[in-house]
Every structure is written in structure tokens, then in C-alpha cells.
């Protein structure tokens, strides 16, 4: 039995690699069916943003990443409310179906994955 | 001898915004550009404390930026391009890069 993954994205998606290289791990691991988690924390839920277009930066646009996580059996997908709310978002419909949960919540989460790696 | 200030980071993950705002002289200029200008981001005390900065400081944005984070600049800033980025380097006294 393969051991349970929780990974925890907190960066913006823009100004660095990191969003991308957080959301190519979870798609390499859903493609080997591992169980895998995938949290939006801090300014990671930014990634979450409707509308972005990154072409104005000569960017990659990552929704279709984000778009390919169910396909790839990446079907946990959590977000933090209290992320959201800090910035504004809380309102806000987001390009990816994705739990929303309390800090409680959080910590209950952490807890019921195997490994937890945070980028 | 009035200074531009330029913000490059977001305002939620560091304190660089605060501290900038808290050493603004009146005259100066503020650009945000890469992740600060997530500082625009309607509903935040980030926008809120940037609404409340006196009228004679200049607030600009830079439009791709902008863009390619979904956001739009308030009344009280300005989207600007990188030949008006230029220009707005040399219109100032200094430009303080808050690295």
C-alpha cells in the first residue's frame, strides 16, 4: 500500500518556478495512482484566481495544469478559508472545485496524510 | 528630493509594503510591480492602507502585471507601461528598490 501524500502549495504563481513545480509533482503522482492531497495555503491560493492571463508576462498559463489534477486522480484538493479571506478571495468563484477549509480543519488534515511536503 | 519606491513582492508574505508606507515621504512615488501588486486586490487592508495614503503621493501599477493576475487598478493608482516605467525613473529625485 503506497503511502499517502499531502502536498501544500504557497507561493504565488507568477513570480517564480515554485507554483509550477508543486503542481508537476502532483501530476507525476497521480499518474503512478499514488494517494495524493494537494492544499492551497498562504499565497498559493492565488493560483486558484479566475481570469489571470499570464501571456501579458510571456508566461505559461497553469489552469490547464490545474484543469489535468482530476484527470490525473488528483481528487483532493483542499484550499485554506483563512488564505482566501486575507486576500480578499473568500468571495471570489474559483477556477478549481476545492475544499475549503478552517484552520482546524487544517490541522485534522495534516494529520490524516502519511507524509506532508510543503513548496 | 522626492524618492520612487519600487515594490516587487507580495504584501502578504513579507513586510516590505508596510514598511515602505510607514516611510513614504510626502512627495514620493510608489510602483508596484511582480506579486506587490496583489497589494490592489479588492477587500484587503492591503488596498485599505494604500487608499489612505495622502493624495500627493503617486501610486502606479504596471499594467502586465496587472493583467496577468486578473486585478485592476483602483481609481487611486495608475497602470502603466515599462517605456512609462522608465520615464517615471527619471522623473524622480532617487528609485529605492526594495529588494
Known amino acids: 500500500m503506497s503511502k499517502s501524500m499531502l502536498i501544500i502549495s504557497r507561493q504565488a504563481p507568477w513570480a517564480g518556478p515554485s507554483a509550477r513545480e508543486a503542481l508537476d509533482i502532483a501530476l507525476a503522482g497521480g499518474a503512478f495512482d499514488l494517494p495524493l492531497g494537494l492544499l492551497f495555503l498562504d499565497d498559493g491560493v492565488f493560483q486558484l484566481a479566475a481570469g489571470q492571463q499570464p501571456g501579458a508576462l510571456q508566461q505559461k498559463d497553469l489552469s490547464a495544469n490545474l484543469q489535468a489534477l482530476p484527470l490525473f486522480g488528483v481528487e483532493e484538493l483542499f484550499v485554506s478559508s483563512r488564505s482566501l479571506a486575507e486576500r480578499g478571495l473568500d468571495e471570489a468563484a474559483l477556477a478549481l472545485p476545492a475544499e475549503r477549509l478552517d484552520d482546524t480543519a487544517l490541522t485534522l488534515l495534516l494529520d490524516r496524510f502519511d507524509l506532508v511536503v510543503t513548496i | ?99
Open chain 2, 1 to 99: 528630493m522626492a524618492t520612487l519606491h519600487l515594490l516587487s513582492h507580495s504584501p502578504f508574505s513579507d513586510s516590505r509594503l508596510s514598511s515602505c508606507l510607514r516611510l513614504l515621504g510626502p512627495e514620493d512615488g510608489l510602483l508596484l510591480t511582480g506579486d506587490a501588486v496583489y497589494a490592489l486586490q479588492p477587500g484587503t487592508a492591503q488596498l485599505q492602507a494604500l487608499q489612505l495614503m495622502p493624495a500627493g503621493i503617486a501610486l502606479y501599477a504596471l499594467d502586465e502585471d496587472l493583467q496577468a493576475r486578473a486585478l485592476h487598478a483602483p481609481a487611486r493608482a495608475q497602470a502603466i507601461d515599462y517605456p512609462a516605467f522608465v520615464e517615471l525613473c527619471g522623473r524622480y529625485a532617487k528609485v529605492n528598490s526594495w529588494l
